[in-house]
């Protein structure tokens, strides 16, 4: 394996180059869904039962709650739970809802990814935080990124 990102463990390259991705075609924060993708520290295939019943499945754990949803879209379990960046698009597709559509500050709506349950989403929040802030800093020293506003299409220059 090609050492991409040499400040980065080699197990976590993989879980960095499909967050990122999933990030860009979600249009979500990538220091929120890395984050979360660290936070939830699935791996492949693994399935995980929850005291509610439900399970939590593969990289980014998950929840089966929304697999009826998936299905009607040809989205099988064994897809979620499959090695690969696959699970990090669906995750995303799942913050960018909850960003989107859920109330409550930012971090609450994604922490809405691991539970809606006032408690429980108030500890997730605050590890979210944490990490996030972590992952922007690393971000910002890895990539150059610059903010274009662009009134009207006579103003982009050739």
Excluded at 18 to 47: F, H, K, M, S
Excluded at 117 to 141: E, K
Aim: proline share 5%; net charge positive.
């Amino acid at each position: 394996m090609i050492d991409v990102l040499p400040d980065i463990p080699a197990e976590q390259q993989a879980m960095v180059a499909c967050a990122l991705g999933a990030a860009i075609a979600y249009d979500v924060p990538a220091n929120i869904l890395l984050a979360i993708a660290e936070q939830e520290a699935g791996r492949p295939g693994q399935w995980v039962r929850n005291a509610n019943g439900t399970q939590d499945v593969g990289a980014l754990q998950f929840n089966t709650a929304y697999l009826r949803e998936l299905a009607r879209y040809g989205i099988s379990p064994h897809d979620v739970a499959a090695p690969g960046c696959y699970a990090y698009q669906l995750a995303a597709w799942r913050i960018r809802a909850h960003l989107r559509d859920d109330a409550g500050d930012v971090w609450a709506r994604a922490a809405n990814y691991h539970s809606r349950t006032p408690q429980l989403n108030a500890r997730y929040r605050a590890a979210l935080i944490r990490r996030a802030v972590r992952w922007s800093t690393w971000l910002a020293t890895h990539f150059s990124t610059r903010d274009i506003v662009v009134d009207s299409p006579s103003q982009v220059t050739k």
